[in-house]
C-alpha cells in the first residue's frame, strides 16, 4: 500500500526562500522519515521523527509532524539551487520492518 | 568507505528474458529491501529481508524472485512473468530496528523492449 501523499506534486521557489512540502499518511506510525532524492540517483535520509515527537530540526530543515491529523511538513529555510531534488516522505505503518514512500514533491530552487 | 552498490546502472534485455539485478552492501545491516520506482511515482516495495536465508513479499512481488544466500549480497530476478519490467530499481538496507533510516543504492534502470 501506498502509504504516504506528498502536497504540492511540484515546487518552484527563488534561491533564499523557504520551502515547505507536506506528507499526509493513512494508518497509525512509529515514526516518520524525509528522504531526497537528486535525479537519477538513489535516496538519502535526510531526518526521522517518532510518532512522541512534534518538531524537529537539523541544519535548515525543519519537520513537523501531527499524529491526530496523520500529517508531516518539512521546512527547508533559505533555499538553494543545490536543494533541487525531490522529497520523499516514508512510514513504517506500524511494522518496524516496511517503509511506504509517498509520491514525492518535486522542489526547483531557481538561482 | 561503507555503503550500496547496485550494478549496473543501465541495463537493457528483450521481452521473455529473466534478469539479475546486483545489489551489495558492505554496511553491516541484517535488513535489505528492493523497492520500484515509476516515472513520477513514489517507490513500491517489491521484497524484504531482515535475515540470511528469509524474506518476504512486498506489495508488488509478483514476476519477481530474490534471494538471500549472504548478509552483504541480496540480487533481484526480474522474470519474464513480470508484465511491466522497465522501471528504475532501488535497493537499500538497514539496521533492523523500526527507527532506523534505509541507506539506497543508485539504482538501476532496467528497459524491457
Known amino acids: 500500500s501506498q502509504q504516504g501523499e506528498e502536497d504540492p506534486q511540484a515546487l518552484s521557489i527563488q534561491e533564499g526562500e523557504n520551502a515547505t512540502m507536506n506528507c499526509s499518511y493513512k494508518?497509525?506510525?512509529?515514526?516518520l522519515q524525509w528522504y531526497r532524492q537528486n535525479s537519477g540517483r538513489g535516496l538519502v535520509h535526510l531526518i526521522l521523527?517518532?510518532?512522541?515527537?512534534r518538531e524537529k530540526h537539523s541544519g535548515r530543515l525543519r519537520v513537523t509532524l501531527d499524529t491526530s491529523k496523520k500529517s508531516s511538513s518539512l521546512l527547508i529555510t533559505a533555499s538553494r539551487a543545490a536543494d533541487t531534488a525531490s522529497y520523499f516522505c516514508?512510514?513504517?505503518?506500524?511494522?518496524?520492518?516496511?517503509?511506504?514512500f509517498g509520491t514525492g514533491t518535486s522542489l526547483t530552487v531557481i538561482p | 568507505d561503507g555503503g550500496i552498490t547496485q550494478s549496473p546502472k543501465y541495463l537493457f534485455r528483450k521481452e521473455g528474458q529473466n534478469v539479475t539485478l546486483s545489489c551489495e552492501q558492505n554496511?553491516?545491516?541484517?535488513?535489505m529491501y528492493w523497492y520500484r520506482q515509476d516515472p513520477g511515482q513514489g517507490l513500491r516495495l517489491i521484497y524484504y529481508?531482515?535475515?540470511?536465508?528469509?524474506?518476504q513479499k512486498g506489495d508488488i512481488a509478483e514476476g519477481y524472485s530474490v534471494s538471500r544466500e549472504k548478509k552483504e549480497s541480496f540480487p533481484l530476478t526480474v522474470t519474464s512473468a513480470q508484465k511491466n519490467p522497465t522501471a528504475f530499481y532501488l535497493c537499500?538496507?538497514?539496521?533492523?530496528?523500526?527507527?532506523?533510516?534505509?541507506?539506497f543504492g543508485n539504482g538501476t534502470r532496467l528497459t524491457v523492449t
Open positions: 537499500a538496507s538497514s539496521i533492523v530496528t523500526g527507527d532506523s533510516p534505509l541507506h
Open positions: 494508518t497509525s506510525i512509529n515514526n
Open positions: 521523527i517518532r510518532s512522541n515527537e
Open positions: 516514508a512510514t513504517d505503518e506500524n511494522t518496524g520492518n516496511q517503509f511506504y
Open positions: 554496511l553491516n545491516h541484517d535488513a
Open positions: 529481508s531482515q535475515i540470511v536465508n528469509d524474506f
